[in-house]
């Protein structure tokens, strides 16, 4: 009789909610009614805040566009009809993608992740990765057009063979699609490695700052010396000044031996000084010198060499931004990736069914820091070895199991969005395996102090438990 005045409750607010599901998806979703998180049978609304992206596609062509999380989505062009009508669309479209992995995304996301079957009997999911796909125009909902489908690459870092599923929303339960799905090592995470190899092979050398020149020093010209080489030829009309030490000759003080006796051989640039210099090598049959010396820019000269040196630096930013986008997506890759083609918008799923013959079924009552709940909730069970999120409600405690087997954590959350949790430890200290299926199971929560907003935030809390 605990739960009766909640059960009354629940029952009003089941009564005042109407049988509507929700069909409209929008950006930064507020709730105002807490209890509708929680319990409502008629509606799929989020939780807590989740990771949902917005991709606005301009124009009908065929694209792909890639999440924060590595996932995939290849568009066809002219992909979209109105929901309601049926008739094509044209101009910009809005893409929403909400992606869940984890257990706290899994929570935040209010997806129910329990399946009736065909034979009536309802069983519990763990899932190998969820998302959710929508698309609008001017805020009405769109489908997909008839013969279109777009492929999904959703990444994952879970192997194995899972079933994958749709979420009706109408029936309000799961469609079987394909059987049999198991994950592919992700390639993307191999082309990125080869564009970052191709990017250090081919990212220019950043240009020295030119040495300073004062009006009246002594300059040489390279060209006089017989240079044949196809490297210099961009430097035909520039002049060099000696920078070298007294070891060696100074061209510009000393033209005749020069023009008499040496050709030019090689030209090194020295990496070793933080302006442009090169080692200059000259040649006179048999001894072979070598000159230090700067290019000296000046008039049209100079205007064409700034103007070569910034194409330079500009090359060299872009990769360095692409070699920082490719490291940053590389960060996120996922090991693996399920593949699917959907010929619809909404909620898709990866999963299987959970059959855990070793979860004991308990009467599981639940106080809050000793106290019993004044108002409506939920329980979360999460066990660490699994990746599920096993839901409670008063309409569903009788049916409570769990296998104390397992590091099984639990997350409560009332109607006024306040959080109660009791952790893997402290369940494991109960000792359920000596209970009793008739016997009666109290688990004490304790509240969580901060407030938590967003499935990040679930996924640290749970971490903790």
């Not at 989740?50 to 002219?78: C, W």
């Not at 006024?416 to 016997?439: E, F, H, V």
Request: proline share 4%; aromatic share 10%; hydrophobic share 40%.
């Amino acid at each position: 009789m605990k739960y009766t005045l909640i059960l009354f409750a629940l029952l009003m607010l089941i009564t005042s909610c109407g049988g509507k599901n929700q069909k409209t998806i929008v950006s930064n979703q507020t709730d105002p009614n807490g209890i509708r998180n929680i319990i409502t049978l008629k509606t799929i609304r989020p939780v807590l805040n989740t990771n949902k992206e917005e991709f606005q596609l301009r124009g009908d062509h065929a694209r792909l566009i890639r999440t924060e999380q590595g996932t995939r989505i290849h568009i066809p062009m002219k992909a979209f009809v109105n929901k309601m009508t049926g008739e094509p669309v044209e101009g910009d479209v809005l893409l929403t993608f909400d992606e869940y992995h984890t257990q706290g995304e899994i929570l935040a996301s209010g997806i129910p992740m329990t399946y009736t079957t065909p034979e009536g009997d309802t069983v519990d999911f763990e899932s190998a990765g969820m998302f959710d796909i929508r698309a609008f125009q001017d805020g009405v909902e769109l489908d997909l057009a008839r013969g279109k489908e777009i492929e999904v690459e959703l990444a994952s870092d879970v192997e194995g063979t899972f079933e994958f599923y749709a979420f009706d929303e109408d029936k309000e339960n799961w469609e079987l699609k394909d059987t049999e799905c198991n994950a592919m090592i992700n390639p993307y995470i191999a082309l990125q490695k080869m564009e970052l190899e191709k990017l250090d092979e081919e990212m220019p050398q950043t240009p020295k700052k030119l040495i300073e020149y004062k009006k009246g020093d002594p300059l040489f010209d390279i060209k006089r010396y017989g240079a044949q080489d196809q490297v210099l030829d961009a430097l035909n009309g520039v002049f060099w000044m000696f920078t070298g030490d007294s070891t060696q000759i100074d061209p510009s003080k000393d033209n005749t031996t020069f023009n008499k006796y040496y050709d030019f051989v090689e030209l090194l640039l020295v990496d070793s000084s933080n302006v442009r210099e090169y080692d200059m090598v000259f040649q006179d049959g048999t001894e072979e010198v070598i000159v230090r010396a700067a290019p000296i820019f000046q008039g049209k000269l100079l205007t064409r060499e700034n103007d070569r040196m910034s194409r330079i630096i500009n090359q060299i930013e872009y990769a360095m931004r692409s070699k920082a986008q490719i490291e940053r997506e590389l960060e996120q890759e996922k090991t693996m990736m399920r593949v699917m083609n959907i010929e619809g918008m909404g909620i898709y799923n990866y999963d299987r069914q959970m059959k855990d013959e070793n979860a004991i079924p308990f009467i599981a009552e639940f106080t809050f820091e000793g106290e019993p709940a004044n108002q409506v909730f939920a329980i979360y069970l999460m066990p660490r070895e699994k990746r599920c999120v096993i839901k409670y409600t008063p309409l569903t405690f009788t049916e409570f199991s769990i296998n104390p087997s397992e590091s099984n954590r639990m997350i409560a959350i009332l109607a006024d969005n306040t959080m109660y949790t009791i952790s893997a430890q402290i369940i494991r200290k109960m000792n359920l395996a000596s209970k009793k299926t008739t016997d009666t199971v109290v688990f004490d929560l304790k509240k969580h102090g901060e407030l938590i907003e967003d499935a990040v935030q679930v996924d640290e809390l749970i971490a903790t438990l």
